[in-house]
């Protein structure tokens, strides 16, 4: 395993970022509506996600899995986590956009981080190897 116990949770969240672009865009680099603004304007729940989203890969149930797994983030946590996936732009302006102030973006991001690691180490996507 690598030192760094979130190497492998970055790697799995990378490739869900490029599926939840493609999902919300096409590919085409402009989204009518992003998962962000989803989970800004209306939350997003397991549910919801199940009957919205439709695969558009052969690998969509992993990357399902996890965003299942974002949207049960704890809401103090989600919002940064989203922010930093999915966002555009640097720390800095994902954090202003937050009204949070760096320290308490890279904070929560971290929480939120060491949450999903657990959460993605149960459903198998992660291993468990310390």
């Given at each position: 395993m690598a030192d760094n116990p979130l190497h492998d949770l970055e790697q799995v969240m990378q490739r869900?970022?490029?599926?939840?672009?493609?999902?919300?865009?096409?590919?085409?680099?402009?989204?009518?509506?992003?998962?962000l603004g989803r989970v800004m304007d209306e939350g997003i729940t397991g549910a919801a996600i199940r009957n919205q989203y439709h695969s558009y890969?052969?690998?969509?149930p992993l990357e399902e899995t996890i965003e299942r797994s974002v949207s049960r983030c704890p809401e103090e946590v989600r919002e940064v986590v989203v922010k930093h996936?999915?966002?555009?732009?640097?720390?800095?302006?994902?954090?202003?956009?937050?009204?949070?102030?760096?320290?308490?973006?890279y904070r929560q991001l971290n929480n939120g981080q060491y949450w999903l690691h657990g959460q993605l180490t149960m459903a198998g996507i992660?291993?468990?190897d310390a």
């Open positions: 869900w970022a490029i599926w939840a672009a493609a999902r919300d865009d096409g590919g085409l680099g402009y989204a009518a509506r992003s998962t890969s052969h690998d969509a996936y999915l966002g555009h732009g640097t720390v800095k302006q994902k954090a202003k956009d937050l009204h949070v102030s760096v320290e308490k973006y992660l291993s468990s």
